[in-house]
C-alpha cells in the first residue's frame, strides 16, 4: 500500500494573497500550489490529493501536446 502526500493544515490567507493564487475545486483552499493542477480543458484547479483518484506526485508536462 503506498501513502499518498498528507494534506497541509490549512493557513489563514489574507484574500489579497489568495487573490493569485486558483482554489482546489475539491477543497477550497488556495495553498499547496507546488501540489496542484490546473485542467487545461476546464481551468479549474486540483490538489493532486484531492483528485477522484489522487496522485503521489504532480505529473511531467507532456513534451508533445496535442
Known sequence: MVALPARPSPSPL???DDEDNQKCESCGCG???DR???????DKCYHIYCLPRPLLEVP????NPS
Do not use: R
Not at 496542484?36 to 476546464?42: F, K, N, R, Y
Not at 511531467?60 to 513534451?63: E, L, N, T
Open 31 to 33: 495553498d499547496d500550489a
Open 14 to 16: 489574507d484574500d489579497e
Open 60 to 63: 511531467s508536462p507532456d513534451p
Open 36 to 42: 496542484s493542477l490546473l485542467c487545461d480543458g476546464c
